[in-house]
């Protein structure tokens, strides 16, 4: 069974899809992770990242592994280093190209394939698994999803001041949803949550409650 999970940065999809997929003893993909970490192997080879030609070349010696919890690019931990602001800011250039997408859908495709899977991204339900049995679309207002991102930095000692947060995520969210290549829209059939006024706990809730009931009808 698959469960998608899409929405926009600081909505707390990862939180969310990492304890619903504990509550439901499922596997959890981070797919922005994989973006990220081709991103970091695209600005390590110095790589236009523009340029679809050379982002081949960053593919073909692309190899990542994802044990829980952690990323490892090529033999290498960057599990802390995809999270930094360097990574985070060139994500999306790398994320409009239609060759790293292309590659990154067959990867999650294959990892999915024949699991229980919790998979969390922006085009989960709608381009990678248009068949999931159960899609979630999550938002939150963009002022509470920048300071819940302010904070997140802070905690991995980044101080950056609010107001610089909220116009890279501004930049980050049009760009997402006005990206020719599977932009991030909800599929029709995913259900929108909003979870300004909700906390984690009543996220997943209410997601598990969902999956469960599906599971019960059969699908
Ligand atoms: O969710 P995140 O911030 O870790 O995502 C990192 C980048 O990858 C961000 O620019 C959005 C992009 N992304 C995407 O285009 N499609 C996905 N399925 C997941 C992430």
Do not use: H
């Amino acid at each position: 069974m698959i469960i998608t999970i899409d929405g926009p940065a600081g909505a707390g999809k990862s939180s969310a899809a990492k304890e619903l997929a504990r509550r439901l003893g499922f596997e959890f993909l981070d797919t922005g992770a994989m973006y990220r970490a081709v991103t970091l192997a695209a600005l390590r080879a110095g790589a236009s990242l523009s340029d679809q030609a050379a982002l081949e070349k960053v593919m073909a010696d692309f190899r990542l592994e994802m044990p829980p919890g952690r990323v490892i690019l090529n033999n290498e931990d960057v599990t802390r280093e995809i999270r930094a602001g360097p990574v985070t800011a060139a994500s999306g250039a790398v994320a409009d190209s239609p060759i790293v997408r292309r590659l990154l859908g067959e990867m999650q495709r294959q990892i999915a394939a024949g699991r229980n899977m919790v998979s969390e991204g922006r085009d989960q339900g709608t381009i990678i698994f248009p068949d999931a049995e159960c899609k979630f679309f999550l938002i939150a207002d963009p002022l509470e999803r920048a300071r819940r991102r302010q904070r997140d930095m802070a905690g991995r000692g980044e101080v950056v001041p609010w107001n610089e947060v909220l116009e890279a995520q501004e930049l980050r969210d049009s760009r997402d949803r006005e990206r020719d290549l599977a932009p991030m829209i909800p599929a029709p059939d995913a259900i929108l949550l909003d979870s300004t006024q909700l906390t984690l706990e009543q996220v997943v809730e209410r997601m598990e409650q969902e999956v469960r009931r599906r599971i019960k009808r059969g699908n």
